[in-house]
C-alpha cells in the first residue's frame, strides 16, 4: 500500500525528511527510498471554530546546566524533567491554540499520549513509577508493569502462603504487619525476645506468657486466631472463594480502594481471582499447587499484565513504551527524551555472544606493570556486529514511535552540561560539523552508527534543513538541501533552565516544612509542626550501650583483659629468615612496584590455610 490513511502531511512529510537522510541499507539494512515512503492517504475534518493541528513538527529541547550541582543526578531523574516540564508547557499551549475535531461528537477534543520519559524501555525502573506521571495530565492511564509487581498483589500472595504453611517466616511477618493484622515491628520484636528460638509463628504462640505486655498478647491471641480461621476457610474452598472471603472479612479490599490508585488495584486484586479461577478449571487445583504455579511464573520472569481500569476509546493521556505502542494510533504524541542514550549493555562484558559472528571474549594478562586487559580480534568483531543490529533496532524503534502520530508529533529532550562542563548541545554540533559538507541524499555510515541517541539522527537531518539551523547555530559550511515536500517542517526551540532554581522552588512550594529543615529556620506554624519537632528531636534509648563494640575481634579481647601480657614479634618465614623476622614477599606473579610484601590479612589467610591441610595425626 503506498499510501497512509493514519496521518496528516504534517505529519509524515517531516519523518520521510528525516529518515530519507540517515536509513540506508548499508549502514541499518533500511533502504528508506521512493517505494519506503509515506504517501498521505486521509483527509481530515477541519474544525468549524478554526482550530487546527495542521503545524510543523514540534522539537522541544531543554538545555539545563549542571555544572553546579553538588551532586550528579541520575539519568531517569533528568529525563523525568525533561519531558514533564516540556509535557506541560508544550501542551498548554497547544491547548490554547489549537484542537482535535471529532465528526461524530462535533465537538474539539484533544488526546495526549506520550513515551516515557525515563531512558530505560519499561516504566518500571524509576522507584516511584513513569516520571512524567506527576507532571502530566489527568485524568491518565498508566500502562504500567506486571501484576507480580503490584503491592497489593504481593501481599496476598503473602497470605495465601501463611494458608499453605504458617511456618514461613518471610510472608508471616508481611501479613502480620499489614492492616490485615495490624500488628507493629516493635510488637514483634517483644514476641521474639520472649521466644528467642524458633518461627515467628512459634512466638505468636509463646505470646499468652505473662512477661508479654497485655496489649501485645492480646493482639497475638487475636492474630493467632484470625490465621487459623483462615487455614479452616482454606480447607473448605476452591482458591477463588477463598480470595473472595479474604477480600471481605479482612476488609483489605476495601483498604486499597481508598489508596492512590484505589480502582487499579482493586482491578488488580479482582484480575488474581480470575487467575486463580483459570488455574482451578484446569487439571491442577488446590492452594499448595496454585501457589507453585505462581512461584514458577515468577522464576521463569513470566509476569502477568497488570489490570486495566480504561478502555482504549477512552479521552485520556496514556503514557507508556514505544514496544507497547506497536499497532496504536493517538491524535497527538510526544515523544519524550530523545536525547536519552542507546542502551549499549549487550557489548560491554567480557564475553560476547552471537548467533552467526560467534564468541568474543576478552584477555586478561598479568605483566610486570600489573594486569592488562585488552580486546581480542574476535571480540571486537562480534562486538561490531551487535552493535550494528543494535543500531538499526534503535532506528526502527523511532519509526515507530513517530508513526503513531495521526495530527501532531512533538519530540522533547534535554541537552545537559555536567559537572566537568561538558556541554552536550556542543557536542552535538561537534558531531554534526564533521559531514557538514556532505552533498549527497544520505548520509555515510560512519554518521550513522556514530550516533549515541535518537537525537543525533534527527539532527544530521535538520542539518541540511532550513528549520533546522536554531540547532546548529555557528556551524559553519553546511550544504542546505531543498525540500522534500513543501509540509516537511520543523519548529525547533530551546529553553534555558536553571536547574537548582526550578528544584528549589518546587520543593519550597511541594513541602514547607522541610524546606524550613533544610534551611535551618524554624518550622511554619501548622498541624504537623509538633510531630516533625518530636521525630527530628528524638534520641536513643542507648542504656549504656554506646561504649560496647558490636563487633570485637579475639586480638582487642585479649589486649583489653592482658594490657601487660609481652607481645611476642612477628614470626619470619623459614627461607630467607632474618634477624627479628621479616616481611614475607608476594609472588612473582602478583607483584607490583606498590605491593612487594604481604599484608597482615594475607599473612594471615595463608597461615590458616596451612593449617587447614596440615595432616595432625600423625603429629606426636
Given at each position: 500500500?503506498?499510501?497512509?490513511?493514519?496521518?496528516?502531511?504534517?505529519?509524515?512529510?517531516?519523518?520521510?525528511?528525516?529518515?530519507?537522510?540517515?536509513?540506508?541499507?548499508?549502514?541499518?539494512?533500511?533502504?528508506?527510498?521512493?517505494?519506503?515512503?509515506?504517501?498521505?492517504?486521509?483527509?481530515?475534518?477541519?474544525?468549524?471554530?478554526?482550530?487546527?493541528?495542521?503545524?510543523?513538527?514540534?522539537?522541544?529541547?531543554?538545555?539545563?546546566?549542571?555544572?553546579?550541582?553538588?551532586?550528579?543526578?541520575?539519568?531517569?531523574?533528568?529525563?523525568?524533567?525533561?519531558?514533564?516540564?516540556?509535557?506541560?508547557?508544550?501542551?498548554?499551549?497547544?491547548?490554547?491554540?489549537?484542537?482535535?475535531?471529532?465528526?461524530?461528537?462535533?465537538?474539539?477534543?484533544?488526546?495526549?499520549?506520550?513515551?516515557?520519559?525515563?531512558?530505560?524501555?519499561?516504566?518500571?525502573?524509576?522507584?516511584?513509577?513513569?516520571?512524567?506521571?506527576?507532571?502530566?495530565?489527568?485524568?491518565?492511564?498508566?500502562?504500567?508493569?506486571?501484576?507480580?509487581?503490584?503491592?497489593?498483589?504481593?501481599?496476598?500472595?503473602?497470605?495465601?502462603?501463611?494458608?499453605?504453611?504458617?511456618?514461613?517466616?518471610?510472608?508471616?511477618?508481611?501479613?502480620?504487619?499489614?492492616?490485615?493484622?495490624?500488628?507493629?515491628?516493635?510488637?514483634?520484636?517483644?514476641?521474639?525476645?520472649?521466644?528467642?528460638?524458633?518461627?515467628?509463628?512459634?512466638?505468636?504462640?509463646?505470646?499468652?506468657?505473662?512477661?508479654?505486655?497485655?496489649?501485645?498478647?492480646?493482639?497475638?491471641?487475636?492474630?493467632?486466631?484470625?490465621?487459623?480461621?483462615?487455614?479452616?476457610?482454606?480447607?473448605?474452598?476452591?482458591?477463588?472463594?477463598?480470595?473472595?472471603?479474604?477480600?471481605?472479612?479482612?476488609?483489605?479490599?476495601?483498604?486499597?480502594?481508598?489508596?492512590?490508585?484505589?480502582?487499579?488495584?482493586?482491578?488488580?486484586?479482582?484480575?488474581?481471582?480470575?487467575?486463580?479461577?483459570?488455574?482451578?478449571?484446569?487439571?491442577?487445583?488446590?492452594?499448595?499447587?496454585?501457589?507453585?504455579?505462581?512461584?514458577?511464573?515468577?522464576?521463569?520472569?513470566?509476569?502477568?499484565?497488570?489490570?486495566?481500569?480504561?478502555?482504549?476509546?477512552?479521552?485520556?493521556v496514556r503514557i507508556m513504551t514505544i514496544h507497547r505502542s506497536k499497532g496504536l494510533e493517538f491524535p497527538v504524541v510526544f515523544l519524550a527524551n530523545i536525547a536519552g542514550a542507546f542502551n549499549t549493555q549487550d557489548i560491554s562484558g567480557d564475553v560476547l555472544y552471537h548467533a552467526h559472528a560467534g564468541i568474543g571474549v576478552r584477555v586478561y594478562e598479568n605483566t610486570k606493570i600489573g594486569r592488562q586487559k585488552y580486546d581480542t580480534?574476535?571480540?571486537?568483531?562480534?562486538?561490531?556486529?551487535?552493535?550494528?543490529?543494535?543500531?538499526?533496532?534503535?532506528?526502527?524503534?523511532?519509526?515507530?514511535?513517530?508513526?503513531?502520530?495521526?495530527?501532531?508529533?512533538?519530540?522533547?529532550?534535554?541537552?545537559?552540561?555536567?559537572?566537568?562542563?561538558?556541554?552536550?548541545?556542543?557536542?552535538?554540533?561537534?558531531?554534526?560539523?564533521?559531514?557538514?559538507?556532505?552533498?549527497?541524499?544520505?548520509?555515510?555510515?560512519?554518521?550513522?552508527?556514530?550516533?549515541?541517541?535518537?537525537?543525533?539522527?534527527?539532527?544530521?537531518?535538520?542539518?541540511?534543513?532550513?528549520?533546522?539551523?536554531?540547532?546548529?547555530?555557528?556551524?559553519?559550511?553546511?550544504?542546505?538541501?531543498?525540500?522534500?515536500?513543501?509540509?516537511?517542517?520543523?519548529?525547533?526551540?530551546?529553553?534555558?533552565?536553571?536547574?537548582?532554581?526550578?528544584?528549589?522552588?518546587?520543593?519550597?512550594?511541594?513541602?514547607?516544612?522541610?524546606?524550613?529543615?533544610?534551611?535551618?529556620?524554624?518550622?511554619?506554624?501548622?498541624?504537623?509542626?509538633?510531630?516533625?519537632?518530636?521525630?527530628?528531636?528524638?534520641?536513643?534509648?542507648?542504656?549504656?550501650?554506646?561504649?560496647?563494640?558490636?563487633?570485637?575481634?579475639?586480638?582487642?579481647?585479649?589486649?583489653?583483659?592482658?594490657?601487660?601480657?609481652?607481645?611476642?614479634?612477628?614470626?619470619?618465614?623459614?627461607?630467607?629468615?632474618?634477624?627479628?623476622?621479616q616481611d614475607w614477599e608476594v609472588p612473582r606473579f602478583l607483584r607490583t612496584a606498590k605491593r612487594a610484601a604481604l599484608s597482615p590479612m594475607e599473612r594471615g589467610t595463608a597461615m590458616h590455610a596451612l593449617m587447614q591441610h596440615l595432616d595432625f595425626a600423625e603429629c606426636t
Amino acid at each position: 500500500m503506498s499510501e497512509n490513511f493514519r496521518s496528516r502531511a504534517e505529519v509524515l512529510q517531516p519523518i520521510n525528511e528525516i529518515f530519507s537522510q540517515i536509513a540506508t541499507e548499508s549502514a541499518v539494512e533500511i533502504a528508506y527510498d521512493q517505494s519506503a515512503r509515506l504517501n498521505p492517504g486521509r483527509t481530515f475534518d477541519d474544525d468549524p471554530a478554526g482550530k487546527s493541528l495542521a503545524s510543523p513538527l514540534e522539537i522541544d529541547l531543554l538545555d539545563a546546566d549542571y555544572s553546579a550541582e553538588e551532586a550528579d543526578d541520575e539519568g531517569e531523574e533528568l529525563a523525568a524533567f525533561c519531558g514533564g516540564v516540556t509535557l506541560y508547557r508544550t501542551s498548554h499551549q497547544s491547548a490554547d491554540r489549537c484542537g482535535i475535531y471529532c465528526p461524530e461528537r462535533k465537538s474539539s477534543a484533544l488526546e495526549r499520549y506520550c513515551r516515557p520519559a525515563a531512558r530505560c524501555k519499561g516504566t518500571g525502573s524509576h522507584p516511584d513509577g513513569c516520571p512524567c506521571e506527576k507532571r502530566a495530565f489527568h485524568p491518565m492511564q498508566m500502562i504500567r508493569q506486571g501484576i507480580f509487581e503490584a503491592s497489593e498483589i504481593r501481599m496476598m500472595l503473602s497470605l495465601l502462603a501463611v494458608l499453605d504453611n504458617a511456618r514461613q517466616d518471610t510472608p508471616l511477618t508481611a501479613v502480620l504487619t499489614s492492616p490485615m493484622i495490624g500488628m507493629s515491628m516493635e510488637e514483634l520484636a517483644l514476641l521474639r525476645i520472649h521466644t528467642p528460638v524458633g518461627s515467628i509463628y512459634d512466638a505468636l504462640k509463646g505470646a499468652a506468657a505473662e512477661e508479654v505486655p497485655p496489649a501485645v498478647r492480646n493482639k497475638a491471641k487475636e492474630a493467632l486466631q484470625t490465621i487459623r480461621c483462615w487455614r479452616r476457610e482454606a480447607l473448605l474452598h476452591s482458591v477463588p472463594e477463598l480470595l473472595w472471603h479474604l477480600y471481605r472479612t479482612s476488609g483489605y479490599y476495601d483498604y486499597v480502594g481508598a489508596l492512590p490508585d484505589g480502582i487499579l488495584r482493586q482491578a488488580n486484586l479482582r484480575m488474581l481471582i480470575d487467575r486463580a479461577g483459570d488455574f482451578e478449571r484446569t487439571n491442577e487445583r488446590g492452594l499448595f499447587r496454585f501457589l507453585r504455579y505462581m512461584d514458577a511464573l515468577q522464576r521463569r520472569s513470566t509476569d502477568l499484565s497488570a489490570a486495566r481500569t480504561l478502555g482504549e476509546s477512552e479521552n485520556v493521556v496514556r503514557i507508556m513504551t514505544i514496544h507497547r505502542s506497536k499497532g496504536l494510533e493517538f491524535p497527538v504524541v510526544f515523544l519524550a527524551n530523545i536525547a536519552g542514550a542507546f542502551n549499549t549493555q549487550d557489548i560491554s562484558g567480557d564475553v560476547l555472544y552471537h548467533a552467526h559472528a560467534g564468541i568474543g571474549v576478552r584477555v586478561y594478562e598479568n605483566t610486570k606493570i600489573g594486569r592488562q586487559k585488552y580486546d581480542t580480534l574476535g571480540r571486537r568483531s562480534v562486538k561490531e556486529v551487535i552493535r550494528r543490529e543494535t543500531i538499526a533496532e534503535e532506528m526502527r524503534i523511532l519509526y515507530v514511535a513517530m508513526t503513531r502520530a495521526q495530527e501532531k508529533l512533538i519530540l522533547t529532550g534535554t541537552l545537559r552540561t555536567s559537572r566537568s562542563g561538558l556541554s552536550r548541545l556542543a557536542q552535538l554540533r561537534d558531531f554534526c560539523r564533521k559531514y557538514a559538507k556532505e552533498e549527497g541524499e544520505t548520509f555515510p555510515d560512519a554518521a550513522i552508527l556514530g550516533a549515541s541517541c535518537y537525537l543525533d539522527w534527527i539532527a544530521l537531518a535538520l542539518m541540511r534543513h532550513p528549520d533546522g539551523q536554531a540547532l546548529m547555530e555557528g556551524v559553519e559550511g553546511i550544504e542546505l538541501r531543498e525540500w522534500s515536500d513543501e509540509k516537511a517542517r520543523f519548529a525547533v526551540r530551546f529553553e534555558k533552565v536553571d536547574v537548582r532554581t526550578s528544584r528549589s522552588e518546587e520543593e519550597s512550594a511541594a513541602d514547607a516544612e522541610l524546606s524550613a529543615i533544610r534551611s535551618g529556620e524554624p518550622l511554619p506554624p501548622g498541624t504537623r509542626s509538633s510531630y516533625v519537632d518530636a521525630v527530628l528531636s528524638w534520641t536513643y534509648d542507648s542504656r549504656g550501650t554506646e561504649q560496647i563494640h558490636a563487633k570485637t575481634s579475639v586480638t582487642e579481647l585479649k589486649r583489653e583483659n592482658f594490657p601487660d601480657e609481652e607481645v611476642l614479634p612477628s614470626f619470619a618465614p623459614a627461607v630467607g629468615a632474618g634477624a627479628g623476622g621479616q616481611d614475607w614477599e608476594v609472588p612473582r606473579f602478583l607483584r607490583t612496584a606498590k605491593r612487594a610484601a604481604l599484608s597482615p590479612m594475607e599473612r594471615g589467610t595463608a597461615m590458616h590455610a596451612l593449617m587447614q591441610h596440615l595432616d595432625f595425626a600423625e603429629c606426636t
